[in-house]
Every structure is written in structure tokens, then in C-alpha cells.
């Protein structure tokens, strides 16, 4: 699916894996000091714009996320 947003984001993979946009994304089990996870990102206006693919290849594992927006997002309505 292609999710499009006016404004900038940040998300959290919380279960899952797949794809958002070109990058790989995987919700670790275990995280060991300094080692890499592919759980946060942070999507620019432009990408946000122009639309985000997020992909899931498992038939039975869902993609949840949370995405947090800052305050100055146009989609807010404040």
C-alpha cells in the first residue's frame, strides 16, 4: 500500500517485517548493546508527499506501526 502525508514523520515498527519505501524494516526480538535495528525511521516531507510504499510479505504476520508527527503537520487541523 502507499500511505501519503502533508507533512514529515517519524515511525516505530512494533511487529513485523517487510519494506517501507526503499529500506528494509523488522521488528528485533533482541537487541544487543550497539547493535543496528531496522525499527525507527524518519520519512521527509518530500517522500511523505510523494507517497510511502510499505510492503508486508507474510501472510499471516501484520505490519503495525506508530507513526508520530510533529506539531506543525498541516494534517493536524489545529
Known amino acids: 500500500m502507499t500511505i501519503r502525508d502533508a507533512g514529515v514523520y517519524g ?3 512494533m511487529q513485523g517485517h ?3 519505501g526503499a529500506w528494509d524494516v ?3 526480538a533482541l537487541i544487543r548493546f550497539g547493535q543496528l535495528t531496522r525499527d525507527e525511521f524518519f520519512v521527509s516531507e518530500a517522500a511523505a508527499r510523494a507517497g510511502v ?3 508486508n510479505p507474510s501472510a499471516d504476520d ?4 506508530l507513526k ?3 506539531p506543525g503537520n498541516p494534517d493536524l487541523g489545529l
Open 26 to 28: 523488522a521488528t528485533p
Open 62 to 65: 501484520p505490519i503495525v506501526m
Open 68 to 70: 508520530h508527527f510533529g
Open 18 to 20: 517487510g519494506w517501507v
Open 11 to 13: 515511525l516505530i515498527l
Open 53 to 55: 510504499t510499505i510492503g
